[in-house]
Antibody, heavy 125, light 109 residues
Framework: QVQLQESGPGLVKPSETLSLTCSVSRGSISAYYWSWIRQPPGKGLEWMGYIHYSGTTNYNPSLKSRVTISIDTSKTQFSLRLTSVTTADTAVYYC???????????????????WGQGAAVTVSS | SSELTQDPAVSVALGQTVRITCQGDSLRIYHAGWYQQKPGQAPVLVMYAQNTRPSGIPGRFSGSISGNTASLIITGAQAEDEADYYCNSRDTSGNHLVVFGGGTKVTVL
């Protein structure tokens, strides 16, 4: 079973850049979509963006100017960079694998079937 | 619309049935995924493609969809089902963005 593990600093200063890495083990990174999702304290899940194994990226429009997701297939990891952070970026950051599901009928389907345990990041001076 | 709407909270008596709904235009195009999140833990996929359970998810969880509303149904709710539940799907913009519902807190009484 594929496993994901986030790593990176737990404390970032305002206006600086938050960087996290998600390591993929027990499986290949050369397929599917790889997402970052965050959850501020006491709030819901917010999708930040994904990178397809081919390198194509897609970002939440609300974060697009500040977010970059990259992938290193040789290291089986993908990374998140969030620039110009503020206290509003304090959250638990999750990485997840999203897979397309073949289903009968008119609707498409994607599901995030594997998640990392999360990395708590605090933005504070 | 790219939004998914969930009721903030529902409660269910132990052993009874609860339906958690997720409404949005994107659900006319995409099936919802459903995620269970317990305090201090990462979300776990519990339902996808309308009514398919990942391995290890109990059979008391089922799903349905009608029009723009997806439902996650827990039949015979157990104490361990108390959690936050989130739905998600791709959006309708044509840009293949991902959207999450705001989450539903399920309390088992």
């Amino acid at each position: 079973q594929v496993q994901l593990q986030e790593s990176g600093p737990g404390l970032v200063k305002p206006s600086e850049t938050l960087s996290l890495t998600c390591s993929v083990s027990r499986g290949s990174i050369s397929a599917y979509y790889w997402s970052w999702i965050r959850q501020p304290p006491g709030k819901g899940l917010e999708w930040m963006g994904y990178i397809h194994y081919s390198g194509t990226t897609n970002y939440n429009p609300s974060l697009k100017s500040r977010v970059t997701i990259s992938i290193d297939t040789s290291k089986t990891q993908f990374s998140l960079r969030l620039t110009s952070v503020t206290t509003a970026d304090t959250a638990v950051y999750y990485c997840a694998r999203e897979i397309p599901i073949a289903v009968a009928g008119e609707r498409g389907a994607y599901s995030m079937d594997v998640w990392g345990q999360g990395a708590a990041v605090t933005v504070s001076s | 619309s790219s939004e998914l709407t969930q009721d903030p909270a529902v409660s269910v008596a132990l052993g009874q049935t609860v339906r958690i709904t997720c409404q949005g235009d994107s659900l006319r195009i995409y099936h919802a995924g459903w995620y269970q999140q317990k305090p201090g833990q990462a979300p776990v996929l519990v339902m996808y493609a309308q009514n398919t359970r990942p391995s290890g998810i109990p059979g008391r969880f089922s799903g349905s969809i009608s029009g723009n509303t997806a439902s996650l149904i827990i039949t015979g709710a157990q104490a361990e089902d108390e959690a936050d539940y989130y739905c998600n799907s791709r959006d309708t913009s044509g840009n293949h963005l991902v959207v999450f519902g705001g989450g539903t807190k399920v309390t088992v009484l």
